[in-house]
């Protein structure tokens, strides 16, 4: 069986805030499977802030995105024909071949996705690297304990609103950071003890200081500047802070002011560590252990915007910088 | 037996750099001792850049000096009347009663000081604290580990010096920064890999990339300011940064630039970690017994800058934020 996908390319390298010229629409022929291949058919995608680092035609973590190649990242697909005995027509694979609505591609390569009765899509988010990347950072990197004040930036995103989750499971006091009304009414439904609309305050680190007068143990950074300042601020001795994302700097342009307050670090004796969830998926099984619990006592939810077409993913990916995002961003395409 | 000591108050909060006005010179009947009581000649003090912040009005890990009273910190002196059985004339002993020439206080109050063959004011430097601060930095903090490549700034002062001995004794790559070509000399001489006279370059970033083409897996911060931002950007995966303190801003009266690539942290793993040596105490045996070997075997030495007189105390303070001291700065009074 012969298709034909229509899938994003980087057209160029974004300087600052991407545009929609840098992206572009193509279409291929995706080929039947040879021995050992499946073809699928992508039902959702996922964009994160993180695939902004890939546009830049620097080494990190991940390879660069090549210009005039379809990106990548997670996705979840049907597998609509099989050449090999792994995988059969029907069954959902989890793959890095988002962007594009179709491909071929070895079976070896996919993982195969037991859903356990959940929304397919809910493994690009809150079962999926969102939300291991949430408890990893928590449990692992913060070193989560007993009594901790936990303050969260971005914590009506993707990430955000799972450690909001973890974190008041687990009996803490946690203080929330997101922009708008919409967000940080969701944020009171799942029970965030102190709201911040950060874009209705012009000194965050006075309203996170009025909010914790005793100060804060733990801070989960997905925003970086102003909101890590404040924590720094607010920091009580031993704070540990994991830094999961600087949104708030991936489309700088110039050095900027830089982050102010570092010294406190050394009085306080603080712990700041970054991380990337890729090196801590030894966790997955704890992790979708205690989700799976969580999920089915209805202690923990999501949202999700959703986005429909591949050609819509280009503005789905710009929203995240505008913070038009409530929980986790994803395109439909299926 | 009444003695009149001479000792340094702080006569008003500095803003910015101290100068000598802040400062002054009083006069005190030093009373003789009563029951549990011991009268100490001070030999030597010291004076550390951690002191800058005691003299600011805020709340730290130690409390503030208080306007119009003679300020505290490491001295060795010696016993000159005693009225406890457990301390007698000429025993040497460690207070925290610094900046003045004599004192009566009780026995118990104080640390009988056995030299093992140092000359006693090593005890206020290599053997001392800053010793201390050196292993705890490097060992715990940084977690040295086989085959790493050690950036150390303020290499030439008094906990520098140690850091780079004890990298170099286990085997590592080093790298040291200081300014001026005594300083630079001297670390050449202890066996630094590579010497980077920070005074001679406008580029501290480029400068470290070419002596660290591979990349520094520790840093172990004195300074702060661009010699953090050096070590950011040429951090390796999972460096770790044990943040000692940070002269460079001690004496800043508005936030300044800020610390610009703190968002490689997150992508490299880094982990940032500021450190007291008054919380790893516990470490102090394990240290000094490392520490007496060494010495021993001729495998580590150190450098002092010594003023005269406890009227220079406070000249001698200010010399450490002009980087005039080579090694520990002291202050001889007896």
Known sequence: ?????????????????????????????????????VQVKNLWMTVDPYM?????????????FQLGEAMQGGAVG????????????????????GWREAFTAPAASLQKLDTHGLPPQA????AGMPGLTAYVGLIKIAALKEGDVVFVSGAAGAVGQIVCQI???????????AGGAEKAA?????????????????????????????????????????????ALTSARPFARFALCGMISQYNATD??????????????????????????????????????????????????????GVENAPAAFLKLFRGENLGKMLVKLG
């Open 52 to 64: 902004r680092g890939r546009m830049n035609d620097v080494e990190s973590y991940v390879p660069p």
């Open 255 to 308: 050095a900027g002011a830089g982050v102010h307050g570092l010294m406190l670090a050394v009085g306080k004796q603080l712990r700041l560590e970054g991380f990337i969830v890729s090196s801590h998926f030894d966790m997955m099984p704890a992790f979708v252990k205690e989700l799976a619990g969580w999920v089915a006592a209805g202690k923990l939810t999501w949202k999700e915007t959703v986005e429909h």
């Open 186 to 230: 969701f944020l009171r439904e799942i029970g965030v003890d102190h709201v911040i609309d950060y874009k209705a305050t012009s000194n965050l680190t006075a309203v996170l200081g009025a909010v914790a007068p005793g100060g804060i143990d733990v801070y989960f950074d997905n925003v970086g500047g102003d909101h890590l300042e404040a």
């Open 167 to 177: 974190a008041k499971i687990k009996g803490h006091t946690v203080i929330g950071s």
């Open 1 to 37: 069986m012969s298709l034909v996908s229509r899938e994003i390319r980087l057209k160029s390298r974004p300087v600052g805030l991407p545009v929609a010229a840098n992206f572009e629409l193509a279409s291929v022929d995706v080929p039947a499977p040879r021995a050992g291949e």
């Open 123 to 126: 493994f690009l988010g809150a």
């Open 78 to 97: 049907e597998v609509v024909a099989s050449n090999d005995a792994s995988l059969k027509p029907g069954d959902l694979v989890m793959s890095m071949l």
